[in-house]
Nanobody
Framework: QVQLVESGGGLVQPGGSLRLSCAAS????????MGWFRQAPGEEREFVAA????????YYADDVKGRFSISGDSAKRMVSLQMNSLKPEDTADYYC??????????????????WGQGTQVTVSS
């Protein structure tokens, strides 16, 4: 089993920055990649960004490219999401997710078997 704990959410003004972090514990070497999803009130949970520990490849949703950056420590199975130029539409609960190798597309929720509890991000003036 894998446990994920997120930190770093909060309230920020439009144009500001936040950094989210996620630490994995438990059977961390079963993890092949980690990512972030978000869910706004009344909306489906959507992909934000992900990183593959095997290849080092990173993946981004179109609406965060150039503003968000995912990075991490593969040995510790820790991942961070640097969010810059935040917009009100980025407001959501952000969830860290982890996946085992060979689970298909990084963009799809069903490839991830482990989820954190979520951290709230509010972008508002």
């Amino acid at each position: 089993q894998v446990q994920l704990v997120e930190s770093g959410g909060g309230l920020v003004q439009p144009g500001g920055s936040l950094r989210l972090s996620c630490a994995a514990s438990g059977s961390i070497f079963s993890i092949g990649g980690m990512g972030w999803f978000r869910q706004a009130p009344g909306e489906e949970r959507e992909f934000v960004a992900a990183i593959s520990w095997g290849s080092g490849s990173t993946y981004y949703a179109d609406d965060v490219k150039g503003r968000f950056s995912i990075s991490g420590d593969s040995a510790k199975r820790m991942v961070s999401l640097q969010m810059n130029s935040l917009k009100p539409e980025d407001t959501a609960d952000y969830y860290c997710a982890a996946r085992e190798p060979g689970r298909g597309s990084y963009y799809r929720r069903n490839g991830y078997g482990y989820w954190g509890q979520g951290t709230q991000v509010t972008v508002s003036s």
